[in-house]
């Protein structure tokens, strides 16, 4: 009869270098994934900084474009400037140290950019002034919202078509807007919000600019 030797202790050497191996492999792979995160930390910090940064800058500010047509230091010339204007833009003189600007309209970033072009191709010169309001400053980015509401008047009323527009819609629009039980009496946004209220039932061409101008250095103060 023949027996079959089995070598158990070389098995079982076998069998312990096997699992050492395969315990290797993996602290080899988990070393690799987990990597990523130790020796490249910088990568994920920076990633969510970006994210955060991105967050951060859809709060952009809201911008606002004037258009200068002239700048003099006496008013005569200012008020013969400002005649030369084409009569469909609503113009205005702002009076700034002793100097006089001739203004045309107030605007959104987008329009006033357009503005300009029109202005340019027509050979009319004129320079930006540019208004940025942050959207950080609760009372300052409430006013921006006013005003930008009240340029869609304006620019409605640039068109040759429309002789007046009515400011129930807008009045209203501005109460709702408002938190009127917690207003500071004494701040920049009750000025404004009595302003709008006091606004006539309807403005037209003839009396736009003053409004305009209005808005103009409320923004040139609120900067």
């Not at 008020?79 to 001739?102: C, L, M």
């Not at 006013?143 to 807008?170: P, Q, R």
Request: proline share 1%; glycine share 4%.
């Amino acid at each position: 009869m023949k027996y079959t030797r089995y070598e158990y202790k070389k098995h079982g050497k076998m069998k312990f270098i096997f699992v050492v191996l395969i315990i290797g492999l993996l602290s080899i792979g988990a070393g690799t994934y987990f990597s990523k995160f130790i020796f490249n930390g910088h990568t994920v910090i920076k990633t969510f900084n970006e994210q955060e940064s991105t967050k951060k800058e859809t709060l952009l500010d809201q911008e606002f474009i004037a258009l200068q047509f002239g700048y003099y230091s006496k008013k005569e010339n200012a008020d013969t400037a400002i005649k030369t204007i084409p009569s469909k833009y609503n113009s205005y003189i702002v009076e700034e140290n002793e100097h006089y600007r001739v203004i045309i309209g107030l605007y959104s970033k987008d329009d006033g950019e357009k503005e300009l072009e029109s202005l340019v191709s027509q050979e009319i010169n004129a320079v930006k002034i540019n208004f940025s309001i942050s959207k950080e400053n609760l009372e300052q980015n409430k006013i921006a919202e006013i005003i930008s509401a009240f340029l869609k008047i304006s620019n409605t009323l640039e068109d040759e078509n429309v002789k007046s527009v009515k400011t129930a819609d807008y009045k209203a629009w501005c109460s709702n807007t408002i938190d009127k039980e917690n207003l500071n009496e004494k701040s920049n946004l009750k000025e404004v919000y009595d302003y709008i209220n006091d606004l006539p039932d309807e403005l037209d061409k003839n009396n736009i600019d003053k409004y305009l101008k209005y808005f103009y250095e409320r923004l040139k103060n609120i900067q």
